[in-house]
DNA sequence: CGCGTGATTGAAATTTATCAAATCGCGTGG
DNA sequence: CCACGCGATTTGATAAATTTCAATCACGCG
């Protein structure tokens, strides 16, 4: 946690919108309440450098709300997007000094964070936080790894139909993906989908274009997709038919 | 795991080789005579599968030695490899009954199996275990971050040189890096270096001729590859300067 | 000695990136 | 209210990188 941030304030643990997903998910009434007692709330504006690579980190941190996303990048530019943080995300590293991506506020984003120390004592007394951590960890092993896949081995239509069929699956009940015309917001710009997918701004916009020319999507406007059929749509994702979740 | 393993035997954990650097690197001597007491070695001959993406797992292990390749693939028959699994490395994740990706041997492999529900208690019971498998996932995630870097961004030649610049790190001691002249052993084949670097065969071939032809590198027999000088072969990689690696 | 597998090399095709220009959306100031 | 300007997006033409298809080569082994 590099930049400074605007505001510092904190709400009870009990309200929490991600008390039951973060790493806190697990924790007893009393752990909570501990919790509560060394926790401060943060906030940081649209387009906010959170964090630096290799950059002394001295907080780890939840999202309470908002998008963030992580990315690394080489020498003359070329950077590629490692992860996007969602609200219950856990930014941060338990013993690691310095930040190994950039990370970076998309939209306006609330943090709840911990100093590093203490929080790392904790992990020791408290095994409902470091069992969750680990569930996460390995979660964010697993979303890694599929998109090493599609950076790897598929092309550009099949990752943007990835990328849009992702989508879906996070906005929606999976009893909606069923229906016809779902319609889907694109949390981010043309430019961080082309970090995300490994492809360049016009290929991402030749595709997307390609795609509703040939009718499995309808362009709403800059942001807004419209599926007419998610099934079609996920046949052109290049994944089995699972749609690459195990059963 | 789901393959049959040709034997089954059991040594005693004060002279495991990697005892020091697997899941029960963190261990005390009484929590590892428990762990002996339930462990099961096993072997796979070369170019056996360990495991198949969507079967039921009922083992978790640690490689104990010889090499195996993690991969997922999609259906017309393109695979990216997502892991080399090397002595150390853990298989299996607690808290999810299919295997998640392909594993195959590439060399024999020497297993240290446990039967899932034991160990899944036992990390309960056994915070050391838990704290180091937690680290071990941390830095995966970190691994395989790097490489969705490389996949989604970097030419062919950086992905060789990269690919050549991590086995020398992983290969020799950090002084020995100063050296000219280092020689290295590739531990995989064409096919899997194309499939570890989301390139094709003829790729890989090609740009590893350039390499030579440049005296970045030079070819010595099918596998072996001779860095007169590592600075210049990391130059060639497209990372900054720290090669990757934080301080 | 010939066979087979894995690796290299060559030529052509394809995909994606790059460079350049046009368009769109939208808030601002006149 | 409307023209202006800016950034983001789309579109077009061309270039570059990589894949694909096809041969050839190298080497270990029966």
Redesign the pocket.
Known sequence: MTAAQSTSFRIDCSYCPIRHRAVCAKCEPDELDLLNRIKIYKTCPAGQVIAIRGEQMDMVASIVSGTAMVTRSITDGRTQMIGLLLPSDFIGRPGREAAPYDITAITDVTLCCFRKRPFEQLLLDMPHVQERLLEMALDELDAARDWMLLLGRK???ERIASLLSLILRRAKLPEALAERDCRIELPI???AIANYL?????????Q??RLAKDGIIR?D??RGIIVPDVAELMAETGDDSDGGVIA
Request: net charge positive.
């Open positions: 092309t550009a239509r710009s043309r430019e490994g492809l360049t701004i016009e290929t991402v916009s030749r997307l274009t362009i406007g800059k």
